[in-house]
């Protein structure tokens, strides 16, 4: 996918600056111009994608030709950007990667394509699961990704929580902009690409997350079929080598279809008596022996050599101890550095 971009600035030193932050983002190409006539002439002869533009370039309004977006670079100083109202605007002076969020955001919603959904560009979808609460489920999915990243993987983190628990250490941002629009625009081709990039974010150790869930209606309104679309579609886009996918703890039609897509499954169990007599229910449920063989665990909350128990028959790929009540991004640090999990299983 490449987006072609013109953008025009009368202040050259910050359109340098725009430009050469937004040159490493690999699907724009990037034209700048400091000039009416000059940006006029080009969307003479030229098709762009989109046109960011200072609206004070030119005293008079500019036409653009054969632009699917033209969204002005607004500020309170500006003195025609009322000529341009019917324009999307853009906040010019913050950080140029929210300007470009906001941008592919709004071009997504009037692109024209067909989204480059490669198949043969596998991402790997690794679900995180535990039928028992409490047991850290969050904690492990966050280091595990952490892990991953750690060995050269472009990772995004993906909760699929009713309360989305990660955001203690992956910010929400105050706008709806998480899991909720991937999935109102997971029948839109057209657009899902583009609105996957759009509400990416860097989190916790630069590891790249969605917003989850923070309203049950939200949670409880999506369908199996679609999640299971929206989860396919993140996989054939090709943004990220794994999906770390941390699950709820019930088993609703949301779980079923990261099941259904997962390559593999960590199951989370724990030590304890209750812990195990809810961890021998599930191993007895026909939905493990229908997805035993994508299965592995980890044993969490270990202290001193107790691991959690074998009911569960599926590969062990090590355990994680009790570090306490301390910070949750010490914690993930420190199963990093000191607990042994085989990850041989989850790189393949």
Do not use: W
């Not at 592919?104 to 596998?122: C, E, M, P, T, V």
């Not at 609460?133 to 050269?152: D, E, M, Q, V």
């Not at 630069?206 to 369908?223: A, L």
């Amino acid at each position: 996918m490449n987006i072609s971009v013109a953008i025009a600035d009368v202040n050259r030193d910050y359109l340098e600056r725009l430009v050469e932050v937004l040159e490493d983002y690999e699907d724009l190409s990037v034209s700048m111009f400091t000039n009416a006539d000059r940006l006029e002439q080009a969307l003479q002869t030229k098709r762009f994608d989109i046109v960011l533009f200072d609206p004070d370039i030119s005293e008079k309004k500019i036409s653009f030709y054969n632009t699917k977006l033209s969204m002005c670079l607004y500020s309170e100083e500006a003195r025609n950007a009322g000529l341009y109202a019917d324009c999307d605007k853009v906040i010019k002076y913050q950080r140029v990667s929210k300007i470009y969020k906001e941008v592919i955001k709004a071009y997504a919603d009037k692109a024209g394509y067909l989204a480059d959904f490669d198949n043969s560009q596998r991402t790997k979808i690794l679900a995180v699961y535990s039928p028992i609460g409490g047991c850290g489920k969050t904690t492990i999915a966050l280091a595990l990704a952490n892990k991953l990243s750690a060995y050269g993987k472009n990772v995004l983190f993906l909760s699929m929580e009713q309360l989305d628990s990660s955001s203690l250490v992956n910010a929400h941002t105050e706008e709806t902009e998480g899991i909720t629009v991937l999935i109102e625009s997971a029948g839109e081709n057209a657009s899902f690409q583009l609105k996957l990039k759009g509400i990416i974010k860097k989190g916790f150790n630069n590891i790249s997350y969605i917003e989850g869930f923070e309203r049950f209606v939200d949670y409880n309104t999506v369908s199996q079929e679609e999640m299971f679309d929206v989860v396919d579609k993140i996989r054939k886009c090709g943004s990220c080598d794994v999906v770390v996918v941390d699950m709820q703890s019930s088993m609703d039609g949301i779980g079923k279809a990261v099941f259904e897509q997962a390559d593999n499954i960590v199951v989370v169990d724990r030590s304890g008596e209750l812990p195990s007599r809810k961890m021998d229910m599930f191993a007895q449920q026909a939905l493990v022996r229908e997805y035993a063989g994508k299965m592995c665990k980890i044993s969490n909350l270990v202290e001193g050599n107790v691991k959690a128990s074998n009911i569960l028959s599926v590969p062990d790929i090590g355990s994680v101890h009790n570090y306490g009540n301390q910070p949750l991004k010490n914690i993930i640090q420190l199963i990093s550095a000191k607990d042994t999990i085989d990850m041989s299983l989850l790189m393949k």
